[in-house]
């Protein structure tokens, strides 16, 4: 394959590989940028068709772990590791060992926590061999443990700010919203959504998950492929990325994109594509930030849940700046975001 020109390779700091013959251990970390600190962003545990495509998802991954680092006013930098899940390989806790002796190889340069595949039990296994974990299980209180429910915090912060751009409306009270995926953090967005006075719809592969928030939230749960053509005022995609294509955005019917899957454009065009039907996109790497912020606080033993709950909220002005500045340039949101986190990085 390509390696210093393929279209991912964004100069990357680093991007390194580790096998562990003894535990069948296979794993990516790439490192894209240190410039503003360690390079901080989760595991993720999940099966490729083809190795070269793990490689592409540490490479997209650890870039927008950059940007996103960047916007939230973090001191640090950005990087991503994916453990390739193979057939007949277990995540055993050898496994995890191996892998936490990885990231300690490279000095405190890369700190993880978890992603997509990965626990905070996970966390706890791979914090054996190394201190440069984050997402361990805290005392109440404490900053830290499971980044979903920040991240649905700030996602429920960020979509607010997005109404009130678009809608001009103050709240969730009569606002329609589609959520895609009921995991970790879908889950949680949709409790808050219920409580704050949104009508919802919701969808998910797994169809007990949906059941149960049909039941939880009095919410309408819709099939896969539907949800992606309800008409609402807001589409919150929480499930994985790349849902927004040449295909899906003609057929939107909602005036908000604000979620929190990572790279949801599956390609830059699709930001063009939004703008140019007048669908007011909250940048994913802004607004699904509120998880690092908090185990960043975290690891650097710096705050309490308060003052992670505190910097969590500056996401909602954060966005309605980058609202401000894409119509006042007429240039869309993901782009007008890009260029800030591209100055901060100094890129
Ligand atoms: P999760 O794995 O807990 O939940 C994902 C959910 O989406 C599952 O319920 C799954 O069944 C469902 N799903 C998968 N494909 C689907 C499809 N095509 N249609 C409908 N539902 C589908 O993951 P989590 O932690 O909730 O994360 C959701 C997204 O947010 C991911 O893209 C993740 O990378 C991103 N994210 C998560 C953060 C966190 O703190 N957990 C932080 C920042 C981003």
Redesign the pocket.
């Known amino acids: 394959m390509a390696v210093f020109d393929a279209s991912d390779f964004d100069a990357h700091e680093g991007v390194h590989f580790f096998t562990d013959r003894a535990t069948g251990l296979q794993a990516i970390i790439a490192i894209h940028s240190t410039h503003l600190g360690p390079a901080a962003g ?1 595991t ?1 545990y999940w099966s490729y068709a083809r190795d070269v495509d793990a490689i592409t998802d540490a490479l997209r991954l650890s870039r927008g772990m950059s940007y ?1 680092n960047a916007m939230a006013g973090l001191p640090m930098g950005g990087g991503k590791a994916v453990v390739l899940k193979k057939a007949g390989v277990d995540k055993t806790e050898a496994l995890l060992e191996a892998f936490g002796g990885a990231i300690d190889s490279l000095g405190g340069r890369y700190v993880t926590a ?4 990965m626990s905070d039990a996970d966390m706890t296994v791979i914090a054996r061999r190394t201190r440069h974990v984050s997402g361990l299980p805290v005392p109440g209180g404490a900053a830290g443990g ?3 429910p ?3 915090e700030g996602v429920f912060r960020g979509m607010r700010a997005a109404v009130k751009h678009k809608l001009g409306k103050d709240g969730f009270a009569g606002v329609h919203v589609a959520i ?8 949680a967005l949709a409790e808050k959504l219920a409580a704050a006075g949104a009508k919802l719809t919701v ?4 169809p007990a ?1 949906a059941a149960k928030a049909a039941q939880a939230f009095g919410a309408a749960a819709v099939g ?1 492929d539907a ?1 992606m053509r309800v008409s609402a005022d807001v589409l919150s ?5 790349a ?1 927004l294509t040449a295909e899906t955005i003609p057929a939107l019917d909602v005036a908000i994109v604000a ?5 949801q454009l599956a390609t830059p065009d699709d930001g063009v594509r939004l703008h140019a039907r007048g669908i007011l996109y909250a940048p ?1 790497y802004v607004i ?5 912020i908090n185990v960043v606080a975290e690891y650097l033993g710096d705050g309490d849940a308060d003052a992670v709950t505190a910097r969590i909220a500056q996401i909602e002005g954060r966005l309605l700046d980058i609202f401000a500045e894409s119509d006042a340039s007429s240039t869309p949101t993901d782009r007008v975001a890009d260029a800030m986190a591209q100055k901060l990085i100094g890129r």
Request: glycine share 24%.
């Open positions: 989760g993720r996103k978890e992603d997509v595949g499971n980044p979903g920040s991240t649905a895609q995926g009921l995991g970790s953090v879908g889950y969808a998910d592969i797994d998950r896969v949800i995609p929480c499930a994985l990325g849902g979620g929190a899957a990572n790279n994913d699904n930030a509120g998880g690092i």
